[in-house]
């Protein structure tokens, strides 16, 4: 495998991961619970998308095929996705969206916290610009936690469910593989090791703040790497690129 090759992939985890959750954060869009959360949720969702489109669009310029963000986003199948597992988890309930979201923002808040020393200038700069939009949904989504773990005994056995629902998706956000270890080597990429300490950390903490117990560990899904997914992402593409597949050409 080329270095070319690894950061064509190294940039579709990042921008499948992005558009993916957007996509699951939008369908928030007019069922929040009340007003300011559906706005708040709509907005992390463009934010997310907004981030996608900067890596699919430079994944599509280092692979040199004229493939556009619309082509990537719209026309790969299933199979061709490298979104972490833990992103296209159903939204649930509004306890379960919390959860997952605080479990991806503090993986993102830590990994692009490293990877704005990334030695690939574009990298660099999408993680720069994409932190600030991440500290704010890590916020969001902590205070929630916290607010549901310390609130009533119905809100606190809901939280403490969907965060032990989930564990079992977090150990994706951490693999590597050929392409990280080529990348390292590069000064591109980061440790994913590394990346997790901090994030054990994080998630510590604000556990301990919402009175809840941090899940026992257990076996951890896999397929991020290989493009391996559980049975929601078909469901989720086929709604998301229903539009570029019935009227081709459309664009975002």
Not at 26 to 37: K, M, T
Not at 97 to 109: E, I, M
Not at 127 to 139: D, G, Q, W
Not at 186 to 206: C, H
Request: hydrophobic share 35%; aromatic share 10%.
């Amino acid at each position: 495998m080329t270095t070319n090759e690894a950061l064509i992939n190294y940039c579709l985890r990042l921008g499948d991961s992005s558009l993916i959750l957007g996509q699951r954060m939008s369908e928030w869009c007019s069922n929040g619970p009340i007003l300011e959360e559906d706005i708040a949720m709509t907005n992390v969702a463009l934010d997310l998308i907004g981030q996608s489109r900067t890596m699919l669009t430079y994944a599509g310029k280092l692979e040199g095929k004229g493939r556009t963000e619309d082509d990537l986003a719209y026309k790969r199948e299933e199979r061709e996705f490298y979104n972490t597992l833990l992103s296209e988890r159903p939204n649930g309930h509004f306890g379960d969206t919390v959860a997952r979201n605080f479990l991806h923002s503090a993986f993102f808040y830590h990994l692009f916290q490293a990877l704005k020393s990334s030695e690939d200038e574009m990298i660099a700069a999408h993680a720069a610009k994409s932190i600030k939009e991440v500290t704010y949904h890590l916020r969001h989504s902590s205070e929630w936690l916290v607010r549901l773990g310390d609130g009533t005994e119905e809100s606190h056995n809901k939280i403490q469910e969907s965060l032990n629902d989930l564990w079992e998706f977090t150990g994706d956000l951490f693999e590597m593989n050929e392409v990280d270890e080529i990348l390292i080597k590069e000064g591109i990429a980061v440790d994913l090791a590394e990346v997790k300490k901090e994030w054990d950390k994080t998630i510590n903490q604000v556990i301990e703040r919402a009175t809840l117990t941090k899940p026992e560990e257990c076996y951890m899904q896999s397929g991020r790497l290989n493009a391996m997914h559980s049975e929601y992402l078909g469901h989720l593409i086929a709604e998301m690129q229903f539009l570029q597949r019935a009227y081709p050409e459309a664009q975002w």
